[in-house]
């Protein structure tokens, strides 16, 4: 799991700037935006951080274990599915923001 949270936060890292610097572009000088993004990338490390602590506490024999395959795909899925979604929806969500105010 530990792998999967590592590779699974670059993608969201790389996907919150992309995603948002395109939302942000031509858009006034401010640094808010940014101070946003630095958040929302830092929001993220608790959340996968809890992921990978219900792995870790397991000893070998017990992660090998083929009861705890499907457990395990569902982390993966959930984990991966919050790294390229919510990017686009926090992004959304403030362009959406943006357009009230």
Known sequence: ?????AY????????????T???IEG???S???????????AAIIPLCRKFERRWEAMDDDAVSD?????????????LWTLAIGLPFLL???FKAF???V
């Open 8 to 19: 699974a936060l670059l993608v969201y890292t790389a996907l919150q700037i992309f995603v």
């Open 98 to 100: 943006a357009a009230l």
């Open 31 to 41: 640094a808010m935006p940014l101070l946003a993004l630095v958040v929302l990338v």
């Open 91 to 93: 992004t959304g969500l």
């Open 66 to 78: 083929p009861a705890l395959r499907g457990t395990f795909r569902r982390d993966q899925a959930m």
């Open 21 to 23: 610097m395109r939302a």
């Open 27 to 29: 858009t006034s000088g």
């Open 1 to 5: 799991m530990s792998d999967n949270i």
